[in-house]
């Protein structure tokens, strides 16, 4: 069953599933030996005034579609620039299916809410139109397969806050895999996703939102 559903999520390469990623049976990051990387902040945290204005930084083609959807309250830009990032997303109705996979809501075993919520990150967060994409057999498989399910979602997340300006390049994840940025402004992919909106903040990370997910080799 693991077998047949590795050469699935294999044949969605190029959709990419970018999140997370180590195998930790517990569920969570802390226990996948990741965590004492992942909570160290870096030198890429953003600047006072973007702090001042959380809109200061954000790029991509599909920011003022965002705005328009979630104009005010918690998950909107500046609503989710007050709370820590799991807490965040979980206000915003475009990362339903994200949240759900991260807060062990997809698979009882996989919950990194607290450790998310606990550190310094950039998250790269495939909007719910992204898990779509992904046929129902693997996401059956993925209720139950929590190594699976936790090396997807950490190969998402990159320890440290990293700014639009400074994103580009190869990027190490929790996971331990390497994500690809490519491009800058309006145009930014993370290997073959694109970026629909980033440089979206929360009181602990920047939060890039994405097309696809993205998978890790």
Do not use: W
Request: charged fraction near 15%.
């Amino acid at each position: 069953m693991n077998k047949t559903v590795r050469n699935t999520v294999l044949a969605l390469g190029a959709a990419s599933l970018a999140l997370f990623g180590a195998a930790c049976g517990s569920g969570d990051m802390a226990s996948s030996g990741s965590s004492s990387s992942a909570a160290a902040p870096t030198s890429m945290a953003p600047s006072s005034s973007a702090m001042a204005d959380p809109a200061a930084n954000l790029v991509g083609p599909g920011c003022a579609d965002y705005a328009k959807q979630v104009p005010s309250g918690a998950g909107s830009v500046s609503g989710m620039a007050a709370d820590p990032v799991a807490t965040a997303a979980s206000n915003n109705p475009l990362l339903t299916t994200l949240v759900s996979a991260v807060s062990g809501k997809l698979n009882p075993k996989v919950n990194l809410v607290s450790t998310l919520n606990g550190g310094e990150f950039t998250v790269f967060a495939p909007v719910d139109s992204a898990f779509a994409k992904i046929d129902a057999a693997t996401i059956e498989t993925l209720k139950t397969d929590d190594a699976l399910l936790t090396k997807i979602l950490t190969y998402h997340v990159v320890p440290g806050q990293i700014t639009p300006d400074k994103i580009a390049g190869d990027q190490k994840t929790v996971q331990t895999g390497t994500v690809k940025v490519t491009g800058s402004g309006d145009a930014i992919k993370v290997n073959d996703a694109n970026v629909i909106c980033g440089g979206v903040k929360t009181a602990n990370a920047t939060v890039y939102l994405i097309d696809s997910v993205l998978m890790p080799a």
